[in-house]
């Protein structure tokens, strides 16, 4: 047992889950702190929940590095569109469908690399796609004309979408239900730095070495990061569904060698079908919880791109004429913004819905995260107002910065709420099974799809449509739209319970699952990607 991170003792009680009967885990293996693990890990060495605690964080840090990095690739032209306009006799608004568009295949992306990882594991998915940003980055970098810089971007943003909804997934395969609070906010914390002090770095790129050399720089991270997951990314697919939690470690092989982890082909499914996932994630489009935290974190994306590019055409024209670097150093506004929401925003919203819970008899319902909401509707809509006002008028700077700081602020907690929401939300109210949490790497993968569509229609046409109402006007309309989206959260508040009746007749939620991999340590799907992922208690701030 020296190579697992648990002690295990046979025989320990607990008060029965809400809902589950009392012979259910009374008894199993517990961390050295007493925790009961969930779900409980076999006795194979080979199960990726008995890692040892340098081979799970080497494969997640790197994949969190990665997710990073797709973010900073996504936002890098937000900061290049006024060079890249002059270079090749465009205008800015063309320039900015190089950030527009790339937002919008990277969501697609996800509908291709999740199925794929289903059929052939992880490891070479990830390898296969960081291998693809650094040649589609060393393709921007020597493209000759505006078209084939698009081209880049465009097959660019799809083939780095295998660092965005795919990552969660991992934290089920490695880390126990107790364990992945503090490893989403790793996650969490890699896509805001990406979105926020990715406009930094490639600020001062632009500024000191020109536009191509940030791709030049994006294709080096790449090909570095590529070269250490060979070695760190490890197979974290595993049929725990297949696996018996009875049979001793004898009954097992042997702990795979440090040469045997690197094969690229132990993940592979051959059962698995890429079209019926496909078919089966689409119809939760018509999933109205679904489509509302799409929707609501799209708008907070879109307007912080509709920012970003806003800022580039303004502040480096009369009256600011700023250099482009000093764009970059706007952008950590929004990123202290999301810091303050990390350790300010996740206590009060869990504050909200414990207290809720404890009204309610001790009986939690998603719909209590809802009431939450206040504080990002507040914040994150008058951020925007905010900016707009400042630059309309054409005042100091400090206004703006503070402005996009509430931005980041309410991006981070909105999404905080409404992604856990989803994420414990409850086809059947009166059913102790969690469909949602069931699926909830599918609910991920529509969420970030809906998420980047609207996100990119909203920047596509920012520039037009300043032009025609003016900043002020602009933004003031860019706040209502804001406020009509958020105050769905109403809706589904009241009447929350029903629209879970009805999700519950048709699509994923439909379908028979097995128990919860919380209670009998077996994943609903192969390598537990739908194992539950967020409880009450659980932040995960997704972008």
């Known amino acids: 047992m020296t190579s697992r991170e648990t002690d295990i003792e046979i025989g320990a009680r607990e008060k029965p889950t809400q809902g589950v009967s009392e012979t259910q885990i009374v008894e199993g293996k517990r961390s050295k702190n007493g925790i009961l693990l969930r779900p409980q890990p076999s006795n194979d060495p080979n199960d990726p929940l008995n890692w040892p605690s340098l081979e799970k964080y080497s494969t997640y840090l790197t994949v969190c590095f990665f997710a990073f990095l797709g973010l900073v690739n996504s936002s890098n032209f937000t900061v290049a569109i006024v060079p890249v306009a002059k270079e090749f006799h465009t205008t800015t608004v063309r320039a900015g469908y190089l950030t527009s568009i790339q937002l919008l295949f990277m969501g697609l992306g996800n509908l291709f690399w999740m199925p794929m990882m289903r059929i052939t594991g992880k490891r070479p998915v990830y390898l296969a796609s960081l291998l693809l940003l650094l040649v589609t980055n060393v393709w921007g970098h020597f493209a000759g004309s505006y078209n084939s810089l698009l081209a880049s971007r465009i097959i660019g943003g799809f083939m780095s979408a295998a660092a965005d909804a795919t990552v969660p997934s991992v934290v089920a395969d490695l880390f126990f239900f107790h ?154 506004s929004g990123f202290v913004g999301a810091i303050i929401s990390f350790f300010v925003g996740g206590r009060l919203i869990d504050f909200i819905a414990n207290h809720m819970t404890a009204r309610a008899g001790d009986h939690p319902e998603p719909e209590f995260r809802l009431p939450a909401m206040i504080f990002p509707a507040i914040i994150g809509p008058m951020g925007v107002l905010t900016f707009g006002l400042v630059v309309g008028n054409g005042k100091s700077y400090w206004g703006a910065a503070v402005g996009f700081g509430g931005l980041g602020f309410g991006l981070t907690a909105a999404s905080n709420v409404v992604v ?86 048709f699509g994923p939620s439909n379908k028979p699952f097995p128990s919860s991999p919380l209670f009998n340590g077996r994943a609903s799907e192969r390598g537990s990607s739908f194992s539950p992922l967020f409880s009450q208690n659980t932040h995960t701030n997704s972008l």
């Open 179 to 332: 364990e992945r609070g503090h490893c989403m906010m790793v996650f969490h914390t890699a896509i805001s730095a990406g979105v926020f002090l990715g406009p930094l770095i490639n600020a001062y790129i632009v500024q000191y070495a020109g536009w191509r050399w940030m791709l030049g720089f994006m294709a080096i991270a790449a090909g570095v990061t590529f070269l250490v997951g060979i070695f760190s990314i490890h197979e974290t697919a595993y049929k725990r569904d297949e696996a018996s939690l009875e049979s001793p470690e004898s009954g097992f092989g042997e702990r795979r060698s440090w040469w045997q982890e690197l094969s690229l082909v132990r993940g592979y499914d051959s059962e698995a079908s890429f079209w019926k996932w496909l078919g089966n994630t689409l119809v939760l489009l018509a999933y109205p919880p679904v489509l509302f935290v799409g929707l609501t974190i799209g708008v907070f994306v879109g307007w912080n791109i509709s920012i970003q590019l806003t800022s580039a055409r303004v502040f480096t024209a009369a009256p600011y004429h700023w250099k482009i670097h000093d764009l970059g150093l706007l952008s950590i």
């Open 420 to 505: 856990t929401y989803a994420g414990m939300y409850k086809s059947r109210p009166d059913s102790t099974m969690d469909a949602y949490r069931a699926i909830s790497g599918e609910v991920l993968v529509i969420v970030f799809v809906v998420r980047n569509a609207m996100a990119c229609i909203l920047s596509l046409y920012i520039a037009d449509w300043i032009k025609v109402e003016g900043i002020k006007n602009a933004f003031g309309e860019m706040v209502a739209i804001q406020y009509a989206i958020l105050s769905l959260s109403v809706i589904l508040y009241f009447w929350g319970k029903r629209i879970r009746a009805w999700t519950a007749t």
